[in-house]
């Protein structure tokens, strides 16, 4: 997953130190006011703001939402107090994170709220024979851990969270390099003829489709299960 995030104090700049360290994409900014551009410019599936950053003249929770409405919006925060934090509420904040409490504690709420997003209660994500840890950020087709880059993990993960729908190879693109530059498109080609490999060891229970000339889509056996793993 990416998320999109203004490092304006130590406490936000921890953090994203943090989520790079787990293996967490981010689209990074020391202007909250950026985050508004980049937001709509760019999916994010979690925007991240300190909360003494919000600012009705330029960075409100209605514009933010207004740029990406499919995006929690997080505060972020320390030692909040329980006033404090149902006026973010309130306000319209998605949820507020104590960045006082453990790493780990934080980074398991953040993404849980992430995939929420994606209409997901649990870390995993299941197709026929295919399994996506997405707290740990592995891939199984039946018993056997796939062996994917980095890269091409991220590839997965984000079409497989968007079963049957059309995915441009400019969102994947965007999704994978955020504002870096992205690469030969040979490099592209060459991820995704990786990651077909691999799964046509499914036997046809989960692929991905190529619509010419409009990008790509994931498609499995039960779609209509929902992919949620039980």
Request: proline residues 4%; hydrophobic residues 45%.
């Amino acid at each position: 997953m990416r998320y999109l995030i203004a490092e304006t104090n130590w406490d936000v700049m921890s953090l994203a130190q943090e989520l790079v360290a787990n293996g967490t994409l981010l689209t990074r900014t020391d202007r909250p006011e950026d985050l508004l551009h980049y937001a709509k410019i760019g999916h994010a599936d979690l925007i991240l703001i300190a909360a003494d950053q919000m600012d009705k003249r330029t960075v409100s929770m209605d514009r933010l939402h207004a740029a990406s409405p499919a995006s929690p919006v997080v505060l972020v925060t320390n030692a909040v107090s329980p006033d404090a934090m149902s006026g973010f509420l309130a306000a319209g904040a998605d949820a507020v994170v104590d960045c006082s409490a453990s790493v780990e504690e934080v980074l398991a709420r953040l993404q849980a709220i992430a995939r929420r997003g994606h209409g997901l209660g649990r870390p995993v994500l299941q197709y026929g024979p295919l399994r996506l840890d997405l707290m740990h950020r592995r891939a199984h087709l039946g018993e056997v851990r796939l062996k994917l880059t980095p890269k091409v993990y991220e590839l997965l993960e984000f079409i497989a969270l968007r079963p049957g729908r059309l995915v441009t190879r400019e969102n994947l693109l965007t999704h994978i390099y955020g504002l870096e530059n992205e690469p030969d498109p040979r490099v592209f080609d060459v991820y995704m003829c990786n990651l077909r490999a691999q799964l046509s060891a499914s036997g046809g229970a989960v692929d991905i489709e190529t619509a010419r000339g409009a990008g790509f889509r994931f498609v499995a056996a039960d779609m209509g299960t929902g992919g949620i793993a039980a």
